[in-house]
């Protein structure tokens, strides 16, 4: 066992020891914005090793200088860079044919827990388009698999719930996240951080609202319809969940941040169904909890969301570093939207991908264009790469963003 896995086992002892004698009323009371985890678990969270002023392991790559002045890492934090970096929301998966072959057979979950194909498949995509960052394979409901719900990623559909969350009685079937949980995960995210060098890796999470979506309705969903039933009727059931659920994806980011993540994104990818009241009301109190787990930690935070045009400011009020923009609203446009405070990070569309090679340089040149004079830009897809996608045609849009924005 190494070193952060030994801490990690006893932080989740300490962490369960103190969340009996401790209880908190989190779960039932909607926290403010700008809250917190509740002091308790940061308290038990603190890394054995030294922690560096940030709070993280004095041998952690933010820390000892590998990621420190990595293009990401700077992009992020809206200083200069000697390139903008790129990296491909679902870069890792099924547009990949060795990612294909080290998959055949395994259900997706089971892969999830796998320490050795975790981080064989998250490097796969940095081997072969030199992308700035590697985003950890995984999937947004692996942390509620492992507090014990039943659930299962079946082929061609996605997450499914056997036994949907709908009532008060449902949330408490929900309990806290413990390292001890995710062990595999976390000792995939320590050896990556080791493999990888000046690469950062990026831990995430999916944020309350879409993990919510996908308890209540009991899978994916166009129309989002009982879970926003249930926002609307019994709010308090509502923002009990949703306390819960913050909980569980602000200890995800925070054990993978200690283990070696030297980023995080948080995925809101259906909350665009909402308007901008609603977000405010029933999520944003609970996604700035989830990011304000890390937020002692100094790593950067990006918030992504599908379809958020109208939701940017609002996610960026949840304490973003970055906020991710699909493709649907310009750069420029959204940089208007969001103020010069934080980054951002997008927007290709993954459908202009299939277009012939001058038609895809073309919109790459766009996204730059539209992006030029940002404080800070990380180039990404507006959502996630298609399964279909000619993972060359990934590797000349790497080599297009290095080369035209090579300072
Ligand atoms: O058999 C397979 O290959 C399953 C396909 C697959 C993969 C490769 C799923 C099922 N999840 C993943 C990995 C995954 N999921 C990653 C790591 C890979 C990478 O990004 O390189 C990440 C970041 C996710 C996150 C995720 N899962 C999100 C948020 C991102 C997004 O795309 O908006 C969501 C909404 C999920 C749920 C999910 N898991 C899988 C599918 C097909 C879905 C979407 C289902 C739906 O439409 O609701």
């Not at 309705?217 to 009990?240: F, I, N």
């Not at 649907?328 to 446009?333: C, D, G, K, M, Q």
Request: glycine fraction near 10%.
């Amino acid at each position: 066992m190494v070193a952060a896995d030994a801490h990690a086992a006893s932080v989740g002892r300490a962490a369960a020891a103190a969340a009996q004698g401790a209880p908190t009323d989190a779960d039932s009371t909607p926290l403010a914005a700008g809250a917190t985890i509740p002091s308790v678990t940061d308290a038990v969270l603190q890394p054995a090793s030294a922690p560096s002023p940030a709070g993280l392991p004095a041998d952690h790559p933010l820390v000892d200088g590998r990621t420190s002045s990595a293009p990401l890492v700077l992009a992020a934090r809206r200083q200069p860079v000697p390139v903008t970096p790129v990296w491909f929301m679902r870069q890792a998966g099924r547009s990949l044919p060795e990612y294909r072959e080290v998959r055949a057979g395994i259900p997706m979950l089971e892969s999830c827990f796998r320490t050795d194909l975790v981080v064989e498949i998250t490097l796969q995509p940095v081997r072969r388009h030199g992308v700035d960052a590697a985003i950890f394979f995984s999937d947004i409901v692996v942390p509620l698999k492992a507090v014990g719900v039943d659930l299962d990623i079946v082929p061609g559909v996605g997450p499914v719930v056997a036994e949907p969350f709908r009532t008060a009685a449902d949330v408490d079937r929900l309990r806290d996240l413990e390292p001890d949980d995710v062990a595999p995960v976390l000792a995939a995210a320590t050896a990556l951080a080791g493999e990888l060098g000046g690469t950062p890796l990026i831990g995430f999470a999916g944020a309350p609202f879409t993990l919510a979506s996908y308890l209540v309705e009991g899978g994916p969903s166009r129309d989002h319809a009982r879970t926003k039933a249930l926002m609307y009727s019994e709010p308090e059931v509502w923002h009990a969940l949703l306390g819960r659920l913050s909980r569980i994806a602000g200890q995800f980011l925070r054990q993978q941040v200690l283990a070696g993540a030297s980023a995080v994104q948080l995925f809101d990818s259906w909350v665009g169904a909402l308007p901008s009241r609603d977000y405010r009301e029933y999520v944003l109190p609970h996604s700035t909890a989830a990011l304000g787990a890390v937020a002692d930690l100094g790593v950067p935070r990006i918030h992504f969301g599908v379809g958020t045009g109208e939701l940017l400011a609002d996610m960026r009020d949840a304490g973003a570093d970055v906020v991710g923009v699909d493709f649907r609203v310009p750069l420029a446009e959204a940089a208007r939207r969001v103020g010069d405070g934080v980054a951002l990070q997008g927007n290709l569309d993954p459908a202009a991908l299939f277009s012939s090679p001058e038609a895809v340089s073309a919109r790459v040149g766009r996204v730059l264009e539209d992006a030029a004079g940002l404080p800070g830009h990380i180039f990404n897809l507006g959502h996630g790469v298609l399964p279909d996608t000619d993972p060359d045609v990934i590797t000349r849009v790497v080599e297009q963003v290095h080369s035209a924005t090579r300072r």
